[in-house]
Nanobody, 127 residues
């Protein structure tokens, strides 16, 4: 089992920045897995925002956040971050951290591939 706890959400004006954190604990020693950030706005499907392949640190981004968001990891702390810059009102959503099981080889931003999820943290961007 893996436990994920997100933090860092909040309210910000358009153009501002936030940094989300996801602290992982439990059965996470095998780094042959992905950790990702997803978001879901009311009435919309959950979408993949960014992910990182833990073993090599390779990153993946949705087109909508490319160049504005950065995912990173601190292996010593078992924590993944999402730095969000130049925020837009359409970035407003509940943001979730998730991780795949070791050995997952599917799409890096597909929610169906992720097995463990945090409770989410709300991000609200006002215009």
């Amino acid at each position: 089992q893996v436990q994920l706890v997100e933090s860092g959400g909040g309210s910000v004006q358009a153009g501002g920045s936030l940094r989300l954190s996801c602290a992982a604990s439990g059965d996470i020693d095998d780094r042959n897995s992905y950790m990702g950030w997803f978001r879901q706005a009311p009435g919309k499907e959950r979408e993949g925002v960014a992910s990182i392949y833990r073993l090599f640190g390779r990153t993946y981004y949705a087109d909508s956040v490319q160049g504005r968001f950065t995912i990173s990891q601190d292996n010593a702390k078992n924590t993944v971050y999402l730095q969000m810059n130049s925020l837009k009102p359409e970035d407003s959503a509940m943001y979730y951290c998730a991780t795949t099981r070791p050995g997952y080889a599917g799409p890096s931003l597909s929610a169906s591939g992720y097995s463990y999820w945090g409770q989410g943290t709300q991000v609200t961007v006002s215009s």
